[in-house]
Structures are given as structure tokens and as C-alpha cells.
């Protein structure tokens, strides 16, 4: 490269680091950059009326309370003539009081004299004593008609005596009646050992007020379970068939209190 240009090319850089940067670049011993300084710059929103307190003013004076007017003075008021005072009336004289007359006083009367009055017969009781001597005499009652009929009321309380025993036919309709109300469960073995015995008690009316298994039996009803399905089925007919029907009243002492045995080929009814 010529030297004529080098040197040329070398001013022009000198130049322009001269423009670019200024002289003091080349006299300061510790020369820094030079940084741009950041700005920030808060935005207020613009409105379009101002927000800015408003200068007080001055109070205008009151003005001073009109004077008030003095009064107008009143026309003299004319006095009225005092008037005449009323002349005197002559006093009325008032009538003399009337004396009062004596009242005259009632003559009494003289008592009658009072008649004495004559005895009446005693008509009643001489009426009553006519009646009862006209009267039949009273007829004894006859003793002899009484007797038949303590005989008869004695035939009728034999007839209805508590201590006979119910008939065969009464024992067979109670019968009937539980054996209709009465299911055997099945599927038990030994059927004809699974004999149930209940105590019933009975009401006047037919109802059976208890049922119970007799003593004897209430040790197996909790161990056996055959025969506890076989006594539950028969406390259920007792039940069932209340109120018991064509029970003879009058043998009530009879049938209030009775043991009933439920066996699966015959039930029999007994005290």
C-alpha cells in the first residue's frame, strides 16, 4: 500500500473520532464511557374537569336588621257616661201562712163478737168404723199351696248341680273345636312321643284366659327341639280357637279349669 494513503486513511479516523467523541478523550488519564441516564416518566390521567380546591371567599357582610318604626299613639278613648242607678222597687208583701186544720181522728170500730162455733160430728171416723164392719174377714193363707213349689225349685237345682261332670258329647265338642285349630308340624320322627299336655284357663264367656304346658313338661320344651315346635304349635290352636262355643253355663266349675293333651292321632280332653 502506497504511504500517501495509509496516511490518509489515518486522519480520516482521527477526524472522526475527534467528532464522534471530542478532545477529552485524548487528555483525561481515566476516561469512562459515557452511559445514557434512564428517566422515568409517571403518566397522570388527564380529566377533562379539574380537581383543584377552589379559593375561599371572603363572607359578605349582613346586612344591619332594619330600625324598628315607634309605635303610632293611640286615639284617646272616650269614657262612657256612668249610668243611672235602677230606682227601688217596692217590696211585695208575702202572703200569711194558713194554719194547718186538725186532722180528725177515726173512730175504731167496736170488735164483733165472736160466735162460737158448734161441734161437727166426726163424720170420718164414723164412715171408717161403718166400713170395717162391713168388711169380710181376712182369710188365712193357705200353707199347704206353698209346697209344691219349693218341691219343683228343688227338682230345678238338682238338675243344675256343678259337680256332674261334662257328658261325652260336650267333651267331644270341645274336642273337635281344637283339633280344627290345630296343625301338627311335620317332618317330625317319632310323632306319637311328641305328646303336648296344656293347663287352659277359661273365662264365663268362652274366652281362654291362660295356656300354659303343665310342670312336668317344661324341662324338655327348652332342650328338645321337636317338641318345642310341637307345643308352640299347640298353645297357637288354643289361641286360635277362643272363644270356645256351646260350653254349658251352668257347669262352668266344670270347664274353667282343663288339661289338654294334643297327641297326633287322638286329643283328649280331661281335668
Not at 481515566?30 to 403518566?43: L, T
Not at 270341645?174 to 293347663?199: D, H, K, Y
Not at 266344670?254 to 297327641?263: A, C, G, I, S, Y
Request: glycine share 4%; charged share 30%.
Amino acid at each position: 500500500m502506497p504511504r500517501g494513503v495509509a496516511l490518509s486513511i489515518g486522519l480520516h479516523v482521527g477526524v472522526f473520532l475527534i467528532v464522534m467523541f471530542g478532545f477529552p478523550i485524548f487528555f483525561e488519564d481515566d476516561w469512562e464511557a459515557v452511559q445514557p441516564s434512564a428517566v422515568s416518566v409517571e403518566i397522570v390521567p388527564i380529566k377533562d374537569i379539574s380537581n383543584l380546591p377552589t379559593a375561599k371567599q371572603p363572607p359578605k357582610p349582613k346586612a344591619a336588621p332594619p330600625k324598628p318604626k315607634p309605635p303610632k299613639p293611640k286615639p284617646p278613648t272616650r269614657k262612657s257616661e256612668p249610668k243611672p242607678p235602677p230606682k227601688p222597687v217596692d217590696a211585695v208583701p208575702l202572703p200569711k201562712p194558713e194554719k194547718p186544720k186538725p186532722e180528725e181522728k177515726p173512730k175504731e170500730k167496736e170488735p164483733e163478737p165472736v160466735k162460737q162455733e158448734e161441734p161437727e160430728e166426726d163424720l170420718f171416723g164414723a164412715l171408717m168404723d161403718k166400713l170395717a164392719e162391713d168388711a169380710p174377714p181376712e182369710e188365712e193363707p193357705d200353707k199347704t199351696e206353698k209346697k209344691p213349689a219349693e218341691s219343683s225349685s228343688k227338682t230345678q237345682s238338682d238338675r243344675y248341680d256343678d259337680t256332674i261332670p261334662l257328658s261325652l258329647s260336650e267333651r267331644d265338642s270341645i274336642r273337635s273345636q281344637f283339633q280344627a285349630c290345630w296343625t301338627m308340624p311335620a317332618g317330625a320322627p317319632n310323632p306319637e312321643n311328641l305328646v303336648v299336655t296344656l293347663r287352659v284357663k277359661v273365662n264365663p264367656d268362652g274366652s281362654v284366659q291362660q295356656a300354659e304346658l303343665v310342670p312336668s313338661q317344661q324341662g324338655r320344651y327348652n332342650s328338645d327341639r321337636f317338641f318345642f315346635a310341637a307345643a308352640n304349635s299347640a298353645l297357637r290352636a288354643v289361641q286360635m280357637c277362643s272363644p270356645l262355643r256351646n260350653l254349658p253355663p251352668q257347669k262352668y266349675d266344670t270347664w274353667k279349669d282343663m288339661e289338654l293333651n294334643f297327641d297326633p292321632t287322638q286329643m283328649l280332653v280331661g281335668r
